[in-house]
């Protein structure tokens, strides 16, 4: 037997060994191979955010309510950029309430999505959509300089340092698709910030 031949048996047996990858167990082999290609993408566009200290902002909700960027040195804080007119956003907002659901409660985090929408359109956003979780405005402008060059959707897990520890843009018009990467791959990510 080879010796290129028992590293790779060796290399398969760990992949699928790792209690980590047990999470494939919920979702369809060809879902992991996206996603890890998804991921493949967005390790290059997000190299210029990772790692980097949030700007600073002033969000404002329709209710008057302000989220600005002191609000996260309290807790992990999970953030979405999204617009009305973009299919990715779309397709993933009944991911972002079942996402926002499952993790409300927790002591140590908080979530926030963030638009440059008029108040009237989010209204109708939220009420075709029956989303419960916060959004606040931003100008465009604003939304730019924190997410730079990357498109929407865009999500960023914040440390409680305003660390940008995660981040992912773009994805998936199938609802179905944006359900499994927001609520399998996605949480992962903030479990591991929330550990």
């Not at 409680?160 to 990467?181: H, R």
Request: glycine share 4%; hydrophobic share 40%.
């Amino acid at each position: 037997m080879s010796t290129k031949y028992v590293v790779v048996k060796i290399w398969v047996a760990i992949f699928f060994l790792t209690p980590g990858i047990c999470i494939f167990s919920q979702i369809s082999h060809e879902d992991s191979i996206n996603y890890f290609e998804y991921s493949k993408m967005n390790i290059s566009l997000g190299n210029d955010i990772r790692g980097k200290t949030i700007p600073g902002f002033n969000a404002k909700a329709q209710n008057g309510a302000l989220f600005t960027d002191d609000d996260l040195h309290s807790k992990i804080t999970f953030i979405n950029f999204w617009f009305e007119a973009c299919a990715p956003c779309l397709a993933e907002f009944q991911a972002l309430e079942k996402f926002y659901n499952n993790n409300k409660s927790k002591e140590n985090f908080q979530f926030v999505t963030i638009t440059f929408e008029a108040d009237s359109t989010i209204e109708l956003v939220r009420k075709k959509n029956n989303l419960t979780y916060p959004i606040y405005r931003l100008s465009s402008d604003s939304c730019r300089k924190i997410i730079g060059r990357l498109g929407y959707p865009t999500t960023f897990i914040v440390n409680k340092n305003l660390e940008i520890v995660y981040v992912t843009t773009g994805g998936p018009t199938d609802p179905k698709i944006a359900d499994k990467f927001l609520n399998h791959f996605i949480q992962t990510e903030l479990n591991k910030q929330l550990e």
